[in-house]
């Protein structure tokens, strides 16, 4: 997989559905010329939060934004339902041959013709837990900016938030009743500093600054370093304990690049073991 900067997709792209190589090209090159923004939120989503996230990728697709989400139930296929005319993109956890969750074939299909669908697995890969942070990375590094549309406190969507603040990218949340616990991590985020969204004219003022720079620079990959999975986790898990830890200091410690350890740091705490702390300190949950 290639890091790319803000705005532009990721080198690992693919199109299915009989579309040329040529086709192909030329889809991927109109897209990394427009920024993206990135709509995520619950899958238990409710009706009014559904209808909003439509609403809101269709009005950015008129801001000649492109819309990225992870073709998961909810927020996500609103996301894309609501920005196919304008232009979306669908980050699969699996191989990008592979439907899920099953009732999205049919809507990754036309991704396949109408937008754009892209996976880091090789085809026929079968989606598992240990991937889904990983889809998570893509989501936010190709896009400008993160919008939360409804999601509970230590949800997917809110790794991929923080995952976009960490690579530089804009944050916002759409705020939500404090009696629903689908709203609570979006309140949350916006306690903590996330942009308040309203509209999408909110998310056109924030990206401003972003979209300059995107169109000043030209999309740049660079290699990420690979290692297995399993041992970066056990060498992280190794050097943590109940007292918190800088993570710069588990990085210099553990020997895997920074890229592996931070990702088994979010295994961790997707799993519900690692506690974060104030000046980017993680410690295991006790207990």
Do not use: W
């Not at 979006?186 to 903590?192: K, S, V, Y």
């Not at 210099?252 to 979010?266: D, H």
């Amino acid at each position: 997989m290639a890091r790319a900067r803000a705005g532009a997709l990721p080198a690992v792209a693919r199109r299915n559905g009989g579309c040329s190589a040529a086709a192909d090209r030329e889809g991927r090159s109109q897209a990394s010329r427009q920024a993206a923004v990135a709509i995520v939120g619950a899958r238990n989503a409710s009706a009014a939060a559904c209808r909003f996230a439509r609403g809101l990728a269709h009005d950015l697709g008129q801001n000649d934004l492109v819309v990225v989400s992870g073709l998961a139930r909810g927020i996500g296929s609103a996301a894309h339902d609501g920005a196919l005319e304008t232009g979306t993109v669908g980050v699969v956890a699996g191989g990008v041959d592979i439907f899920y969750p099953p009732e999205n074939e049919q809507r990754q299909k036309t991704l396949y013709e109408r937008g754009l669908v892209v996976a880091e697995m090789p085809p026929g890969t079968e989606p598992r837990a240990r991937h889904f942070p990983y889809r998570n990375r893509i989501i936010a590094g190709i896009a400008s900016g993160t919008v939360v549309v409804e999601a509970a406190p230590r949800s997917g969507p809110l790794i991929t938030a923080r995952l976009a603040g960490e690579a530089g990218r804009e944050v916002m949340a759409v705020p939500g009743s404090p009696l629903d616990p689908r709203a609570q991590g979006c309140n949350q985020l916006i306690r903590e500093g996330a942009t308040l969204i309203q509209s999408a004219a909110d998310i056109v003022e924030a990206l401003r600054p972003m979209q300059s720079l995107v169109r000043s620079e030209p999309a740049r990959y660079e290699p990420i370093e690979h290692m297995n999975g399993d041992d970066a986790l056990g060498v992280v898990e190794e050097l943590l304990g109940p007292s918190p830890v800088p993570v710069d200091e588990i990085i210099r410690l553990s020997g895997p690049p920074a890229g592996a350890v931070q990702m088994a740091l979010l295994e961790l705490d997707l799993a519900g073991r690692l506690e974060r702390h104030a000046g980017n300190k993680v410690s295991l949950v006790s207990g």
